[in-house]
């Protein structure tokens, strides 16, 4: 009987612990997984869609407007990516005041809208520009800028992708500069 094993406690043997450390792994993963989740949460889907699809059509005589005025805009970006120069051309009025926002296509904190200053001019050119302060960029691939009026008049907007340079040129919508509005799709 001298040979009769002693029994060890449970919490001593290997087996309870290789069987626990599936799931205790799965617990820590999936918590891991939970906080990344929620510090990398895109604002893809709209709370209220229908209200957003109305404001849209409400939206597209600002589109028509700058059409009609014949506005466009350059937007560079300095390389830090938190300054910038606006050039704006066509018929609107340099003494008011005019936005730049620069959006997030999947975060909507990361959107800012910016006043822009204007820089006077001693050439009397038919451009105005502009300089615009602002936090520095988060990296993307792509941002959506626009520039408008404060009064709601007007906009200029495109799509920026940031591999092709720190400069985007904003236009009306392509099928407005045709001869198409949202009346006359012919």
Do not use: C
Not at 8 to 35: C, D, H, N, Q
Not at 94 to 106: C, D, F, G, W
Not at 118 to 143: I, R
């Amino acid at each position: 009987m001298a040979q009769q094993k002693q029994k060890k406690p449970w919490y001593r043997e290997p087996w309870p612990w290789i069987l626990m450390a599936g799931p205790m792994i799965v617990v820590i993963a999936s918590t891991a997984s939970f906080f990344i989740a929620k510090e990398n949460a895109a604002d893809l889907v709209s709370d209220d869609y229908y209200k957003d699809g109305k404001h849209i059509d409400i939206q597209l005589h600002r589109d028509e407007e700058a059409v009609k005025r014949n506005i466009r805009a350059t937007v560079m970006l300095s390389p830090d990516m938190d300054t910038a120069k606006v050039i704006v051309s066509g018929d609107f009025d340099v003494k008011q005041p005019l936005r730049l926002q620069l959006m997030h296509p999947a975060k909507k904190s990361d959107d800012q809208t910016v006043q822009l200053a204007y820089v006077p001019s001693e050439t009397g050119s038919a451009q105005a520009e502009y300089n615009a302060a602002f936090k520095p960029l988060p990296k993307t691939n792509h941002w959506y800028v626009r520039v408008e009026d404060a009064a709601g008049k007007w906009r200029v907007e495109n799509k920026w992708i940031v591999s092709q340079g720190n400069a985007v040129s904003l236009i009306p919508p392509d099928k407005l500069l045709k001869g198409q509005t949202p009346e006359n799709p012919n």
